[in-house]
């Protein structure tokens, strides 16, 4: 890859400015027999989450005494992927679901439910990169949903770098062929990051700009995150009286 | 010292809803000198006071609070009752039959797994687990009817100013209905028909639970599937 010619690109090859989110939908409610729930559709990401209670803990030796547990399950569908996948967990799979748990678990009270468990399962199907990020969305939407008590939404996405540009919110291909990225799940309105990780190589000035730039996606997704919730009770332009 | 939002306004969690001292109700924390809000709903300023009535919330057990569980297991002396709180219920014997437990009582011939009782939370222990009682009029095994569960935040609107709006659908329809605070609602009627309409009243009323003139608007649907059914 040339970096002298790929400097010039301003645009991605999905048409994309270097800025700019993919098309994000975000719906909450729509799984009846969930305590709470989420649909989001991030690019060609299309990812449904399931959130269940806080209730009783099974086995009862992994509930801590002082706090609820947040079990997250991160699974992708065998049909998500060309060629398909075994529907088994992978060790992928296994890291996803942590670091799903690890970037959630700042917003919420667990302390409000000590020895329950809060499950979060989040199904993928179909996935075209940052599914991580996107479930992380969900997710944070489908906890509001269930009514369970949390500090701030938590918005994610990925910054990274491609043809020595950087850019926002990377699809598959360009997970693929870039240089690195950089997934972050943030906290808007009391500005903290729960999320930061780094897959590839990135001087200091550009992992910098790419955490800039994910700040303010993140801040982006946040306010499509607002709107599927009051969405939901059909105040997105009224007032409730 | 300022309100950043409307009185009745939807609020998400986050949301900073006052600057300032202030004291704060339900589904509210202070942090960095701001009072936010922890659940989605509707924010209320009321005499010194932020709160937040939450749109959606699990059920929080208080003594007091009239129940209707499955009982799920049977230990020596208790039962085990899924209330739809974060914390199963106990229901001890003494609860149940009045007289204290004896070795020769065969407990499931009283209550059996799998079986619906309309309870009262008498007290919570000190692992603030719900304790039960069944003693007491109208509480007991249920029998017939069937169980629909929304979510508990709702209930409060679903009884209506000193039961106006549940009073309301009983005499439309003619079901005998139990509320439950924890959100399931045992519903008893003559027939399929009158116990469909009880349902979809209470879908929508669980639907526009937050929008005003919630009374008037019931009023008319009752009439309109009552209609229907003619």
Redesign the interface.
């Known amino acids: 890859m040339s970096k002298k010619k790929s400097k010039k690109t301003t645009k991605r090859f999905d048409g994309r400015k270097p800025d700019e989110l993919r098309p994000l939908k975000i719906e909450s409610g729509v799984l009846p027999h969930a305590d709470g729930s989420a649909y989001i559709e991030m690019g060609r990401n299309k990812i449904l989450v399931g959130v269940f209670g806080p209730r009783e803990m099974h086995p009862k030796r992994f509930s801590k005494p002082n706090m609820a547990t947040l079990r997250c399950r991160y699974h992708m569908a065998p049909f998500s992927v060309d060629p398909r996948r075994s529907p088994a967990p992978s060790r992928r799979d296994n890291e996803i679901s942590m670091v799903m748990r690890y970037a959630l678990e700042p917003a919420v009270f667990l302390e409000r439910y000590p020895r329950s468990v809060i499950d979060v399962y989040a199904e993928i199907l179909e996935a075209d990169g940052g599914t991580r990020t996107a479930c992380i969305n969900a997710a944070s939407v489908a906890l509001v949903d269930a009514g369970i008590p949390v500090r701030d939404l938590v918005a994610s996405c990925a910054a990274g770098k491609i043809d020595g540009q950087l850019v926002l919110d990377l699809g598959d291909y360009e997970d693929k062929e870039g240089d690195a990225d950089v997934p972050l799940a943030y906290m808007p309105k009391t500005e903290h990051v729960t999320l930061l990780q780094m897959d590839g190589i990135l001087s200091q000035d550009d992992f910098n700009g790419c955490i800039d730039m994910a700040i303010e996606g993140c801040k982006q997704i946040y306010e499509v995150q607002r709107e599927a919730l009051k969405k939901k009770y059909g105040l997105d332009e009224g007032e409730a009286n | 010292m300022s309100a950043k939002f ?1 009185n ?3 609020v ?5 809803l006052f600057e300032g001292r202030i004291r704060t109700g339900d ?1 509210t ?1 202070r ?1 960095n000198g701001h009072v ?1 809000a ?3 709903g ?1 924010v209320n300023y009321n005499q010194g006071m932020v709160s937040v009535i ?5 059920f929080n057990p208080l003594s007091g609070d009239l129940v209707i569980g499955e009982v799920i297991d049977i230990d020596l002396g208790r039962w085990i009752v899924d209330i739809g709180s ?3 219920a106990f229901l001890n014997v003494q609860d149940a039959i009045d007289a204290p437990f004896r070795s020769d009582i065969v407990m499931p011939e009283i209550l059996d797994v799998g079986e619906t009782i309309i309870a009262k939370i008498v007290d919570l222990d000190r ?2 687990t719900p304790i039960l009682s069944i003693l007491g009029p109208s509480l007991g095994k249920v029998k017939e009817g069937f169980i629909f569960r929304i ?1 508990p ?1 709702k209930i409060p609107r679903l009884i209506g100013k000193k039961g106006s709006m549940v009073n309301m659908i009983l005499k439309a329809t003619g079901c005998n209905v139990v509320i439950g605070q924890n959100g399931w609602i045992l519903i008893q009627g003559r027939n399929r028909e009158n116990e469909m309409i009880v349902v979809k009243v209470i879908e929508k009323i669980e639907r526009e639970a ?3 003139g919630l009374t008037t608007r019931v009023q008319e649907y009752l009439k309109e599937l009552k209609e229907e059914i003619k």
């Not at chain 2, 998400?12 to 900073?16: A, K, L, Q, T």
């Not at chain 2, 939450?54 to 699990?58: D, I, N, T, V, Y």
Request: aromatic share 4%.
């Open positions: 409307e009745r306004d939807l998400v969690p986050g949301d900073v589904n924390f942090s936010s922890s659940r989605i509707l939450s749109l959606e919330a699990g974060s914390e199963n692992r603030r979510t935040s937050h929008i005003s």
